[in-house]
Structure formats: C-alpha cells, structure tokens
C-alpha cells in the first residue's frame, strides 16, 4: 500500500505497521493491560447517531473555532504525543509544519523529540507545551519558564499520569528508551531494516524538552523509570491551583473525567481542560472522554472550554463531540500512524481528509457553522 491509497484512519494504521519496527507500531497502537478502554474509546461514538437537518442552504461552511483564546481554522487539533521521531525522523517537525498548514493548534510533549523553542520559532501557528508534574518543584518551574521564554501561550498539565500504565505490548517486546529489546524485539527490527538505516543517518535521538534537566542518556533512566520515579503521584489540587497563578495565562488539564474534577479546575482558575484518559493507555476500563462530555459540559460549559480526545477516527465522530459542547477535539493515533508511515507528508494528507470529512458532514446535516451543533443533532441509539 502506498500513501496515496490511504483513504482512512485504518488504511495508515496497516501502512504504519508494514513501515515500522514491531516494538514501535505496538507502542503507538497499544494500551494497558486488557485495553477494554482503548477499545471503549472509539465505540462510544457509536453510542448516538447524528440527525441531520435538511433544505438549510448549505452552499458555505465554516469549520473554525476559537478555544483557549487560539483562534483555529479546524476544529480538531494534534494533541501532545511523546517519542515522535521514533515513529518518523521529521518527528514533531512535520507535526507542526502539517497544523501550520491546515491553521490548527499542535501539541509538543515533555517527552518531545524536538524543542518545542526550536518550533515555535519557526511556527506561527498556536503551540501548547505539555507537561508532568514532577518531584522536584524546581524542576516544574524551570519547564514552565522555559516554555514562557520559548512564546508559548497555552500550558497543558497532564494529570491521569502521576505513574506509568501497564502497557503489556511494550512489556513483550521490551520497548523502553534507551532499548532494552527481548529476542522477540530485536528480530522486529531485523525485518523492517529502512527503519534501521532512517535512525541512524538522521540526527541523534533526544529529549530536548528533558535532556537540560534529567539525564536519560544510557542506563541512567528509562521512559519506564521516568514515570515511576520522577513524576509526583501526591500531586493535589493546591499544587496545580500555584502552577495555575505562576503561569498567569492560558492553562488546560489534561486527564479530567469527573463532574466534580472538572468544577475544581474552574474554580481554582483553568482555562482548559481535556477529558481524556491518555488513549487507553493509564487505567483500563475507565470510561471514555466522550461518555462524559454531556456531563461535563453542562456543569463547567460556561465557565471553562471543554476540550476532549481518544479514539477518534472520522470528521463524523468530531462533530457529535462538538453537538454535546466540547470547544475543540484532540487527535492522537489519528495523526501519528500517517506521521509513521510518511512524516509531514502523510499528516497533511490525513488532515486533508479530516477536513474534507467535516465539510461534506456538515453539508449533510444541514449546518453551516459548528456554532449551531447541539445536543438536537444527536440520538441515542439503542444497544
């Protein structure tokens, strides 16, 4: 299969496994334990079906939304991903490239690939830089004043990853970084060798957004030990309430599911938050962020932009989240397995078809902005 026969999100997803190294399509595809919630994530869309209005005059759309104070061309923006030049040698450069181009908002994860100053240099387009809250508070205030000196405008603090999930597919085949294959993982490499010859004639791997704080280099630390023994699992409401007053801008939780969490993080001065549970990949068997968006909504709606992610695939999906008030949707694998399978090139190509999606959805349903979406346009389906 070639770049130009990928006409959905499963058509990149096999291009991405026949390009990449078993250990690294797994990690990207993969969830914890039985991954009933990275399962969940998708069928919840399936839960409502949309009801169209028809004879509205549909001729002009308009597909932008303003979330965060960021004013975007598309509803959907490249949420933060960790390792991308693992999966691509552009990495979070074609990620950015390919948003500036569609007039959409990225993400560029503490555990980024580039620099996320080296980014918004080059970028105009709105950045967000997330990251974990870590033990060492001097830490977490030297990352938030490196994103401040880099221009970026909104913080994203992800908070359903105060310790690592059991991911079982990475366990197999011993995916960590540094390396740390089993058998199993290194012959995965041995068969996919243009991988091989892109790794190591492109620059060196690193964690620009880490490596002038931690030192991951060797055995010193793994992605494993990062998360069981950097990040901060007593995290409370009274530390993101002093991050939130430090930062003085715009700030987004990421990993907010309940009613009541999401009213906390109005109160104590969010601008954002994401309902999310890290794509499958945390607590197995949590619900969805779409599951509860109509709640969420409805408590904080007015006071805060509810933003959600997981498991999207279609423009058709986006839209019911934006019929029950989400401000704006989060893609995750969506963008990252056409970054896998032809860097900036197929991450234009899959928002191409995002886009396209949206406006021949709209039409359809007989909506001319993404304004006039309510919870009208939705149907419970039985079943």
Same mark, same amino acid.
């Given at each position: ?10 058509d990149?997803?096999?291009?991405? &496994? ?7 399509f797994n990690y ?8 009933? *919630?990275?399962?969940?994530?998708t069928?919840?869309f ?20 303003r ?16 390792? &991308? ?7 979070? $450069? ?6 500036e181009k569609? /007039?959409?908002m ?6 980024? *690939? ?7 240099? =080059?970028h105009a ?13 001097? %830490? ?20 359903d ?10 366990? $197999? ?14 012959l995965q490499?041995?068969? =996919? ?10 620059e060196k791997?690193?964690?620009?957004q880490?490596?002038?704080h ?7 630390? *793994?992605?494993?030990?990062?998360? *069981? ?5 007593s ?5 993101v309430?002093?991050?939130?007053a ?7 939780? =990421?990993?907010?599911?309940? =009613?009541g969490?999401?009213e ?18 945390q607590?197995? /068997?949590a619900?969805s962020?779409?599951? &509860? ?17 997981? /498991?999207?695939? $279609? ?7 934006l ?5 704006a ?9 056409? %970054?896998?399978a ?9 928002l191409?078809?995002m886009?396209a999606?949206?406006?021949r959805?709209m ?21």
């Amino acid at each position: 299969m070639r770049l130009k026969h990928c006409h959905n999100f499963h058509d990149f997803r096999h291009l991405a &496994q026949r390009r990449l190294p078993g250990p690294i399509f797994n990690y990207i595809d993969g969830g914890a334990d039985d991954e009933v *919630t990275l399962r969940r994530n998708t069928a919840a869309f399936d839960t409502v079906g949309l009801v169209p209005n028809v004879l509205t005059g549909v001729a002009d759309v308009d597909l932008s939304v303003r979330v965060m104070g960021q004013k975007l061309d598309l509803p959907v923006y490249l949420s933060p991903t960790a390792l &991308q030049r693992l999966f691509h040698h552009q990495g979070e $450069r074609a990620t950015a490239a390919a948003a500036e181009k569609f /007039g959409t908002m990225f993400g560029v994860s503490s555990l980024g *690939t580039v620099s996320m100053a080296e980014l918004a240099k =080059k970028h105009a387009n709105p950045q967000v830089y997330q990251f974990y809250f870590h033990k060492d508070r001097g %830490l977490n205030r030297a990352m938030m004043q490196a994103a401040k000196e880099a221009g970026i405008k909104v913080m994203m603090l992800t908070v359903d990853s105060i310790t690592g999930g059991n991911r079982e597919r990475d366990l $197999r085949t011993g995916f960590s970084i540094p390396f740390r294959l089993t058998l199993n993982g290194l012959l995965q490499f041995a068969i =996919k060798p243009m991988w091989g010859i892109n790794y190591v004639t492109h620059e060196k791997f690193s964690l620009p957004q880490l490596d002038a704080h931690i030192d991951m280099k060797g055995d010193s630390l *793994t992605i494993g030990r990062y998360f *069981t023994e950097m990040l901060d699992p007593s995290l409370n409401w009274k530390d993101v309430e002093a991050m939130v007053a430090e930062w003085g801008g715009e700030f987004c939780l =990421k990993g907010i599911m309940s =009613k009541g969490d999401a009213e906390q993080a109005a109160a104590i001065g969010c601008t954002g938050i994401v309902l999310s549970n890290h794509g499958g990949r945390q607590l197995d /068997g949590a619900c969805s962020g779409f599951d &509860q968006l109509k709640t969420v909504v409805q408590a904080v709606g007015d006071r805060i932009d509810v933003m959600m992610d997981g /498991g999207v695939q $279609r423009g058709s999906h986006v839209l019911k989240a934006l019929a029950l008030g989400a401000k704006a949707v989060g893609l995750g694998r969506y963008y990252l397995f056409p %970054l896998a399978a032809a860097g900036q090139a197929g991450v234009e190509r899959a928002l191409a078809q995002m886009k396209a999606e949206l406006t021949r959805d709209m039409r359809l349903m007989g909506v001319r902005s993404l304004a006039e979406l309510c919870p009208d346009h939705l149907s419970s389906v039985n079943g």
